[in-house]
């Protein structure tokens, strides 16, 4: 049996582990794993961590879940081309993401309503800088991107929304780095989304809460996919 976890560990650092017993032929291809509770208790964690370190596997195709059977091993490696290290950091951002869906759509929305001629106007401000960032370094660009939703954000006039995305942007910083790191964006799209920027601006500006929500959620949609293909 694996020795435990001895630290407060992430759910990737236990998929990292389970991963290490799949590839050691713990478990062959067609096994039912054991509980969570067995796991939790083997790798020194929580049950849900446990069960996030299994979804984690899941969505590589590694395990199967089975309604009322239990979860079953596929492979026990993670696809050719595909390492766990980008397995991990592509999971990372995921849920980076899922977070900006919940705090930028619901802004869009706000923003389209509230916005007065100083947001717009620092709106096409930060969306000029981003069409300029984008010949300069990664993180430029990526911090350029962000003030453009910070403007939206700012646009909706709720501070505590505000505030929430402030200390949210260190952490969003980062991830979108490690998206274009992964996905190599910057170089497969010379625009990367300029016109759905443009779109997500014009709408807020316009008042137009349907089409600012419906871009929003498009846009976010599509890069959450993107990381998980």
């Not at 799949?22 to 446990?50: I, N, Q």
């Not at 996030?52 to 309604?67: D, H, P």
């Not at 619901?106 to 800088?129: K, T």
């Not at 490690?178 to 008042?207: I, K």
């Amino acid at each position: 049996m694996a020795a435990p976890l001895r630290r407060n560990l992430l759910a990737d650092q236990a998929a990292d582990l389970l991963l290490r017993r799949l590839a050691a032929g713990e478990w062959e291809v067609g096994a039912k794993l054991p509980g969570e509770t067995t796991l939790a208790a083997e790798l020194g964690v929580g049950r849900s961590t446990v069960r996030e370190a299994l979804r984690m596997l899941g969505g590589q195709g590694l395990l199967r879940a089975r309604q009322g059977a239990g979860v079953f091993v596929e492979r026990t490696e993670p696809a050719r081309g595909e390492g766990w290290e980008s397995v991990l950091r592509a999971e990372t951002v995921a849920a980076v993401v899922e977070v900006r869906n919940a705090i930028e759509v619901e802004a869009a929305r706000l923003a389209a309503g509230r916005a007065d001629e100083e947001d717009v106007r620092a709106m096409r401000v930060a969306l000029d800088r981003r069409g300029e960032a984008f010949a300069e370094g990664d993180r430029e660009f990526v911090e350029a991107d962000i003030a453009v939703h910070r403007a939206v954000i700012v646009a909706a006039h709720n501070p505590v929304l505000t505030e929430l995305f402030e200390t949210f942007v260190p952490r969003l910083t980062d991830a979108m780095l490690e998206l274009v790191d992964l996905l190599g964006v910057r170089d497969s799209d010379p625009d990367l989304d300029a016109d759905g920027h443009l779109a997500l601006v014009d709408a807020v500006a316009s008042g137009d809460a349907d089409a600012a929500v419906a871009i929003s959620r498009a846009h976010l949609e599509s890069m959450l996919a993107a990381v998980r293909r």
